[in-house]
Nanobody, 122 residues
Framework: VQLRASGGGLVQVGGSLRLSCVAS????????RGWFRRAPGKEREFVAR????????DYSHSVKGRFTITRDHAENTVHLQMNSLKPEDTATYYC????????????????WGQGTLVTVSS
């Protein structure tokens, strides 16, 4: 699977951005889609994920209620709508494709996009 993220940019506090991640190629059952972010000087952290059907979504505590993840199968695209942005949301955002491992009871993120930078100015 190849993933291409876009939509990042500079936005003021309280503003909104919509990130997109287009997938191409074979999925090999890596049907889960996720968004992660890495802020300067910090480790990468989970932001949101969505299952294949779109019926299940999960969010980190820090973005729940402000961000919404959706997917469009017709366009092979996953979106992350980000509202009420805060300076602490400044980071490079990465989309990922993976699967849930029943053996390890965790998600395995096997494919990553190149990242798109989001900067929230105060």
């Amino acid at each position: 699977v190849q993933l291409r993220a876009s939509g990042g940019g500079l936005v003021q506090v309280g503003g909104s951005l919509r990130l997109s991640c287009v997938a191409s190629g074979r999925t090999d059952d890596n049907d889960e889609r996720g968004w992660f972010r890495r802020a300067p000087g910090k480790e990468r952290e989970f932001v949101a994920r969505i299952n294949w059907s779109g019926s299940r979504t999960d969010y980190s505590h820090s973005v729940k209620g402000r961000f919404t993840i959706t997917r469009d199968h017709a366009e092979n695209t996953v979106h992350l709508q980000m509202n009420s942005l805060k300076p602490e949301d400044t980071a490079t955002y990465y989309c990922a494709a993976g699967r849930y491992s029943r053996s390890y009871l965790t998600y395995e993120w096997n494919y990553w996009g190149q990242g798109t930078l989001v900067t929230v100015s105060s």
